[in-house]
């Protein structure tokens, strides 16, 4: 019961919170704007990553063995 007091409480202060009228200049504004970008496209490329090596590995088309050799042995 505490804690869902403690989370309404929260909420209610963090959805009457009013404006800060400050200003975010070029600045301020590309650099967040860079960081989001970094974050996602990194998230993107992990996912990516893990995925590609096994797709990678189940498109290959298996190389023959060579002349005179058994799969086995090859």
Do not use: D, H, N
């Not at 960081?35 to 298996?62: D, E, H, N, Q, T």
């Amino acid at each position: 019961m505490r804690k869902l007091v403690a989370f309404l409480i929260c909420g209610i202060v963090l959805v009457s919170a009013g404006s800060a009228q400050a200003y975010v200049g070029p600045g301020l504004g590309l650099g967040a704007i860079g960081a989001v970008l970094g974050v996602v496209l990194s998230v993107i490329l992990a996912l990516f990553a893990i995925f590609w090596y096994p797709l990678k590995r189940m498109f290959k088309k298996k190389a023959p063995p060579p002349p005179g050799k058994t799969e086995k042995e090859a």
